[in-house]
C-alpha cells in the first residue's frame, strides 16, 4: 500500500451537554460528558469502525465530527481546515465533502417529500446540479445503489427497511462527498437485508473512492467493513488498532470482555468458549469514574487505575491502548 | 424425555385494510422436557405470532387462530376456556417480551409486578408473595433486592429491566419459558450475562425454554434444536450442530451465508439474499421463498413443499431441490 494521507484529524474533541434546572432562571448543574477528550485520524480511502455500546458517545463523535452538533473543545481538520473553527458559508462548503447515512431508514427520510425530491434536495441547496440535469442525476443515483430509476416520484412509505436505506445512502452520495460517517446504517434491518447494504457500501467506496467512518455495535460487522477499529467505552477511545491484529491481539480489558460477548454463529466454537461476563452496567456519563472509565467494571483494577487516567499510547505499531497494564 | 407440548398445524390469520395477511400457515413441532428451542427468523416471518397464537395472546380483531392444535400435557390451549388457559399463562407457560421499556406498566413499582404472577396464581399473600419476588431478583442478580422492590421500572437500567422480566417469568417457577427476543434491545455485553443467566436458570430448575430470535449467534450457543421460519413456515428443523454444519434449505444457506463470521482472516463477500421478505396476502400455494431462490425449479412454482426428512436424524427441510446437486430429490 502506498503512503497513507491522512483525510480527516481529530484533535482533543470534547462534547459535553449542559444539564439545566430551573424554568425561567436556568442554570447548569451538570454536564453529559458524552465525548470526552478523543484524538484519531482518518486515512484517505479507509473505513474506520468505531464500536462501543449504548450511550458510550460514538453518535455523538460522529455528530461532532460533522459539526451537527459543535464541539465544547478540540478541533476537527479536513484537508487542513479545523471544521470546528469554520463557520457560515465557509462551513457550509465543507459539508459537501462530509455526508451521513442515519440508523433509522423509517425516520430520516421525510414522509411529505418524493424520493426524487428527497436526494435532490442537497443539490438543490448547494446549486450542483438544476432542472433536467437534477432529474438525470437522481435517476443515476437511484440506479448506482440499486434501485430503479423511475422511483423518483414515489413516497418513502412506498418502500422497505432495506430500500429505505439505499434511498439514504443516494441521498449521501448526491454531493459527491469525500467521507460519509455511517451511523448504525444496519442495525434496524433483517439479517439477509444487512448483507444487501453493506455490499452496497463495500461496492461504492471501491468504485468511488470514499471514506467511511462506521459507527455500530455489531462487532462482526465492524470487523467485515472496518480496516482499522477504534472501541469507544464511555466518552474516550480505549483501544485503536488494525481490525485483524484488535480482534487476534485485542490489550484493552474492555475491548476483551467485548469480543467474548460477541456470540458466534457456530456451535462447535460457542460449546468450548470461555466468556469474559462484565459485572453491572455502564456508569452514568454525568459523573463519570476518576481515573480510567473502565475500573468499575474491570477485573485487572488496582488502585493506581482510580487515582491516575491512563495514557492513550502506542505499545506495538498501529495499536493504541488506553490502560495502565500490560494484560495479554 | 417427555413430550410437554405439541403443536398441529397451527395457521393465524390477521385482517387487514388490504386484505387477510396469512401470518402463520400451519406450524408443528414438538417441545420436550427441558429441552430447548430456538426459533429463527426474520420480522414478519411468524416466529412471535405463532407462539402468541399458542397462547391465546393475539388481539382478536384483527387477529384469528384459524386451525390448528397445541396440546399442552394432553389439553389443547386453542379450544379451553378462558379461566383454564388464564391458570397456564404466567404459571406453567410463561413469557419474557423484547422490549424491556414498554413491557412494564410504569406506574407500579417493579416488586408489585414481579410478584403478581405469584399472587395471581398461588392466591399468596402480599407479603408471601414480595419475599419470593426477592428471591427470584437475587436468582438474576439484582443487588440489594429488597431494597428494590419499591423501585419504579424507569429508574432500573435496560439490563435490570429485563432481568426484572425474567424474574417475573420465573416466580411461577414454569415448565415452559417463551423468551421473544429478550436480548435484541440490548447491548452485547448485557446480553452475554442475559444468556449466561438463562442458561444457569436451565439448568438448576429444569424448565423447556423457547427462545425467538433473528440473531443465529445467540442459537447457536443455546438451542438444543433449530426452527427455522420463513412466510408462516418452518422450512428447517434440526438439532443446531446439523442446522449449522449441514443447512439443507436455501433461506438457512443464505442466512448462515450473509452473517460475517469474527473468525475470518480472508476477507469474504458477503452472500446476500436479493429481494424481500413476502407479503402473504393468500397462502402461498408454491414455495414462499420461490422468489428469491437461486436454486428454484418449475415445480418450486407450482407446488409448496412440506417438511421432509433428510440426511440425519430429526433434520427436516422443505425444498424440492438438493442445493448440493442443484437438482430435484
Avoid at chain 2, 144 to 153: C, G, M, T
Wanted: hydrophobic share 35%.
Amino acid at each position: 500500500m502506498t503512503e497513507k494521507q491522512v483525510l480527516l484529524k481529530v484533535e482533543n474533541l470534547y462534547k459535553y451537554f449542559p444539564i439545566k434546572k430551573g424554568v425561567i432562571f436556568s442554570r447548569q448543574t451538570g454536564a453529559v460528558h458524552a465525548v470526552d477528550g478523543i484524538s484519531f485520524n482518518i486515512y484517505n480511502g479507509e473505513t474506520l469502525g468505531l464500536v462501543g455500546e449504548s450511550g458510550c458517545g460514538k453518535s455523538t463523535t460522529g455528530r461532532t465530527i460533522l459539526q451537527l452538533y459543535r464541539p465544547t473543545s478540540g478541533s476537527v481538520f479536513f484537508e487542513g481546515d479545523d471544521l470546528a473553527k469554520l463557520k457560515g458559508e465557509n462551513l457550509r462548503r465543507k459539508r459537501r465533502d462530509l455526508q451521513m447515512i442515519f440508523q433509522d431508514p423509517y425516520a430520516s427520510l421525510n414522509p411529505r417529500m418524493t424520493v426524487g425530491q428527497i436526494i435532490g434536495e442537497p443539490m438543490e441547496i448547494h446549486g450542483t446540479y438544476k432542472g433536467a440535469a437534477q432529474t438525470k442525476r437522481v435517476q443515476d443515483l437511484l440506479q448506482l445503489v440499486g434501485l430503479n430509476g423511475a422511483f423518483a416520484n414515489r413516497y418513502p412509505h412506498e418502500f422497505s427497511g432495506g430500500q429505505r436505506q439505499r434511498i439514504g445512502v443516494a441521498r449521501a452520495l448526491a454531493l459527491e462527498p469525500k467521507l460519509i460517517v455511517c451511523d448504525e446504517p444496519i442495525s434496524a434491518l433483517d439479517v439477509s437485508i444487512q448483507a444487501q447494504v453493506v455490499n452496497l457500501l463495500e461496492d461504492l467506496q471501491s468504485t468511488l473512492g470514499l471514506t467511511y467512518l462506521f459507527i455500530a455495535h455489531d462487532l462482526s460487522m465492524v470487523r467485515h467493513i472496518s480496516d482499522r477499529i477504534a472501541v469507544m467505552y464511555l466518552g474516550i477511545i480505549v483501544e485503536l488498532a488494525d481490525r485483524n491484529e484488535l480482534y487476534a491481539n485485542p490489550r484493552h480489558p474492555y475491548t476483551q470482555a467485548l469480543l467474548s460477548a460477541v456470540p458466534y454463529p457456530d456451535p462447535f466454537v460457542e460449546e468450548k468458549r470461555k466468556r469474559i461476563i462484565l459485572e453491572g452496567d455502564v456508569p452514568s456519563p454525568v459523573n463519570p469514574p476518576s481515573g480510567c472509565r473502565f475500573r468499575t467494571r474491570c477485573q485487572y483494577a488496582k488502585e493506581i487505575c482510580a487515582e491516575e487516567k491512563p495514557a492513550f499510547r502506542e505499545i506495538s505499531k498501529d495499536h493504541f491502548v488506553a490502560c495502565h497494564f500490560d494484560i495479554s | 424425555m417427555a413430550e410437554l407440548l405439541k403443536v398441529e398445524g397451527l395457521e393465524t390469520h390477521f385482517q387487514t385494510r388490504e386484505g387477510v395477511i396469512h401470518a402463520v400457515n400451519g406450524v408443528s413441532f414438538n417441545l420436550k422436557e427441558g429441552e430447548t428451542l430456538g426459533i429463527v427468523g426474520e420480522s414478519g416471518c411468524g416466529k412471535s405470532v405463532s407462539m402468541m397464537s399458542m397462547l391465546r395472546l393475539i388481539p382478536s380483531p384483527p387477529g384469528k387462530v384459524v386451525a390448528g392444535k397445541a396440546l399442552f400435557e394432553g389439553n389443547d390451549l386453542l379450544t379451553m376456556n378462558d379461566e383454564q388457559i388464564r391458570n397456564i399463562r404466567g404459571a406453567k407457560i410463561s413469557v419474557v417480551f423484547q422490549d424491556p421499556m414498554t413491557s412494564f406498566n410504569p406506574v407500579l413499582t417493579i416488586g408489585d409486578q414481579v410478584a403478581e404472577p405469584y399472587r395471581v396464581h398461588h392466591k399468596a399473600g402480599k407479603k408471601e408473595a414480595l419475599d419470593r419476588a426477592v428471591k427470584y431478583l437475587e436468582l438474576v442478580g439484582i443487588p440489594n433486592a429488597r431494597e428494590r422492590l419499591s423501585d419504579y421500572p424507569h429508574q432500573f437500567s435496560g439490563g435490570m429491566r429485563q432481568r426484572a422480566m425474567i424474574a417475573m417469568g420465573l416466580i411461577c417457577e414454569p415448565q415452559i419459558l417463551i423468551a421473544d427476543e429478550p436480548t435484541t434491545a440490548l447491548d452485547v455485553t448485557i446480553q452475554a450475562q442475559i444468556i449466561e443467566l438463562v442458561k444457569r436458570l436451565r439448568d438448576e430448575l429444569g424448565m423447556a425454554i423457547i427462545w425467538i430470535t433473528h440473531d443465529l449467534g445467540i442459537i447457536a450457543g443455546l438451542a438444543d434444536r433449530v426452527n427455522v421460519m420463513y412466510g408462516g413456515y418452518i422450512i428447517e428443523t434440526a438439532p443446531v450442530k446439523d442446522i449449522y454444519k449441514n443447512p439443507q434449505h436455501p433461506y438457512t444457506i443464505g442466512l448462515l451465508g450473509s452473517l460475517p463470521r469474527m473468525d475470518e482472516t480472508e476477507y469474504r463477500r458477503l452472500t446476500s439474499i436479493d429481494g424481500l421478505p413476502p407479503i402473504l396476502l393468500e397462502k402461498p400455494s408454491y414455495c414462499p421463498f420461490e422468489p428469491r431462490c437461486r436454486y428454484a425449479k418449475e415445480r418450486c412454482r407450482k407446488e409448496n413443499p412440506g417438511l421432509k426428512q433428510v440426511e440425519g436424524d430429526g433434520h427436516f427441510t422443505a425444498c424440492w431441490v438438493n442445493p448440493k446437486t442443484g437438482k430435484e430429490y
